[in-house]
């Protein structure tokens, strides 16, 4: 993937590396470059991109993309030709592996980029977790002593999952107002998988798949990496658009539907019982099959009450996928997730399951089986705190961030805010070099309709908010006072 076409994209995948303290900002930038010279980003030959638009999406001085152009050409990596700018250097491709392939980075670079790398000094508010529940090690020790002897007589590989996780599972969407069999199940190692099952089995190179506008970063890179073609679809308050998805049924006939109706990511917003039905039954109608990501569970205890799954409204000829999780209400290392799915589909989708890697954890499903029963109790418990937790975020923000703007959101665990007249990825290179790490909105809807966005996850400590917002207030006080600037405030 050729970056050097959109300096935003490449300021993107070397933010990271501008944070540290040694050395001069300018050699910190030939670093960064450098690592990625030579590799799928930057393709010997590639042209990088000039230095007044790097350095505005990088929000530094064009003197200072200038030194580390310099620091390039003389390392041999770049070279410069009057009227075709500054290219990777033939030179560069030597010492370097061609076993060596990099995974090139897409639109949840920004929001897994932590997680790959671990903790540091900055605060990074990429991605919204939890710390496991209290009572998780209690359960496992339980079940190491009555349950574990047991299952190691077992063969321990189950593609559809443990059939008593399966049945808790039924029996959690039945309780939910989706009647359900442990058939109709298939357990996966997490939301993620699901998702990406579904994908493997829907899409091929070409098909459009039409997704709510904004939506999850990942989602982008997984239909991405399929062939498909994203079609983003606006909301309002009750959800997905109806009529303009009738219009992007009509005009581009997709394979897949993917919405969030529960707590979408990132506005928070809930998808009204009306609505669902509207969904379900345009796509009904146009043959489209309809994937729906329930696994922000996590809502506001005096907020509306949440509806059933789409599929409960669906036409009986329909095809509605449901994708749930325990991640959020119980650990994010909890890696059990499902499908809900007709028989038919339910028995494809254990074929692609067993493809990928012949069952998820037996121990992990059995705790998870445990849990189950007290499902909705955990994630009511989760959900209160995650509404204090949003009412200090809103109080910070409000107090030294006046001039940002955001929707009180019913459920989820972020923020969704609007930048008044700034693009919002300058913004987070600033916040970077200030020590917080945020996702702009471009991550997370590619067409710019969202640029002047920014999610701000509420999952952490008060403490750790009251500092985040410390350091994006003083960040956006340099951006609208001063512009770019070469002088990187120090990291404690």
Aim: glycine share 8%.
């Amino acid at each position: 993937m050729d970056r050097s076409g959109d300096p935003a994209a490449l300021a993107d995948l070397i933010g990271h590396q501008l944070t540290g303290q040694s050395g001069g900002l300018y050699r910190r930038l030939a670093d960064a470059i450098g690592a990625l010279i030579g590799s799928a980003e930057l393709p010997v030959g590639a042209r990088l991109p000039a230095e007044r638009p790097l350095a505005e999406a990088l929000a530094i001085s064009r003197s200072t993309v200038v030194a580390a152009y310099d620091e390039l050409r003389a390392r041999g990596l770049v070279e410069s030709r009057r009227g075709s700018g500054t290219t990777v250097a033939p030179a560069a491709s030597k010492g370097r592996s061609r076993a060596d392939k990099r995974m090139p980075a897409g639109y949840g670079e920004s929001l897994f980029h932590r997680i790959a790398h671990g903790p540091s000094e900055v605060i990074a508010m990429t991605y919204a977790v939890d710390p496991g529940i209290p009572e998780l090690a209690a359960e496992v020790e339980d079940l190491a002593r009555t349950e574990l002897p047991l299952l190691l007589q077992g063969v321990g590989y189950h593609p559809r999952g443990l059939e008593v996780l399966r049945e808790r599972i039924a029996e959690h969407f039945a309780e939910s107002g989706l009647p359900t069999s442990p058939d109709e199940i298939v357990v996966t190692s997490g939301a993620h998988q699901a998702i990406a099952l579904v994908t493997q089995m829907y899409l091929r190179t070409g098909a459009a798949v039409v997704i709510e506008q904004p939506s999850w970063p990942g989602c982008f890179d997984l239909f991405g990496a399929a062939g498909g073609r994203v079609v983003g679809v606006p909301l309002d308050d009750a959800g997905v658009r109806p009529d303009l998805l009738a219009a992007a049924f009509r005009e581009h006939q997709p394979a897949m539907l993917f919405v969030m109706p529960t707590f979408h990511n990132p506005t928070g917003r809930l998808m009204s019982a009306a609505r669902r039905r509207q969904v379900a039954e345009l796509a009904a109608k146009h043959g489209v099959v309809v994937v729906e990501d329930n696994a922000y569970s996590a809502w506001d205890p005096a907020g509306p009450d949440v509806p059933a799954p789409l599929a409960a409204y669906a036409p009986k000829d329909a095809e509605v996928l449901t994708i749930g999780s325990v991640s959020k209400a119980v650990w994010g290392g909890l890696r059990i997730g499902w499908i809900r799915a007709p028989r038919p589909l339910a028995e494809r989708l254990a074929r692609h399951k067993a493809l990928a890697d012949l069952g998820s954890p037996v121990i992990e499903q059995a705790l998870t089986a445990r849990l189950l029963p007290r499902l909705a109790e955990l994630t009511a418990s989760r959900a209160t705190m995650a509404t204090a937790r949003k009412q200090l975020m809103s109080q910070l923000l409000t107090k030294r961030l006046p001039e940002w703007q955001w929707e009180e959101p019913v459920g989820g665990s972020a923020l969704w805010i609007r930048l008044p007249d700034t693009d919002a990825r300058i913004f987070a290179q600033v916040a970077l070099r200030h020590g917080v790490e945020v996702v702009a909105g471009r991550a997370m809807d590619p067409t710019g309709e969202h640029d002047d966005h920014l999610r701000v996850p509420f999952s952490y400590s008060a403490e750790v908010m009251s500092e985040a917002v410390d350091r994006l207030a003083s960040a956006w006080r340099e951006l609208r006072r001063h512009g770019p600037a070469d002088v990187v405030p120090e990291i404690v």
